[in-house]
């Protein structure tokens, strides 16, 4: 079954940076998109970037050139790569991917990880 597992997040300084992973299994990873959610509490889940199966990204305008998106196939893994971290980054972080799998379309999350922005 799919499967996707975050970690990297942790209690940061305003300013400093964090890398996520997300390891995925289940799927064949190469061929699907993925993505990262966010999550603050009190707040909707919101959108943060994708990278599609050749690797072309989008970013949310509030982290647009400060956060980076990336996979690597052969590990069935995805990043991001968040530097100038701001308090309002504070959230829980989860991947996703969605497609079509058997015919019907599913949508997967993972458990989320935790990024803290605090002095």
């Known amino acids: 079954q799919v499967q996707l597992a975050e970690s990297g997040g942790d209690l940061v300084q305003p300013g400093g940076s964090l890398r996520l992973s997300c390891a995925a299994s289940?799927?064949?990873?190469?061929?699907?998109?993925m993505a990262w959610y966010r999550q603050a509490p009190g707040k909707e889940r919101e959108w943060v970037a994708t990278v599609n199966s050749v690797g072309s990204t989008n970013y949310a305008d509030s982290v647009k050139g400060r956060f980076t998106i990336s996979r690597d196939d052969a590990k069935n893994t995805v990043y991001l790569q968040m530097n100038t971290l701001k308090p309002v980054d504070t959230a829980m972080y989860y991947c996703n991917t969605e497609g079509f799998w058997s015919g019907l379309y599913r949508i997967y999350w993972g458990q989320g990880t935790q990024v803290t922005v605090s002095s």
């Open positions: 289940g799927f064949a990873f190469s061929s699907y998109v």
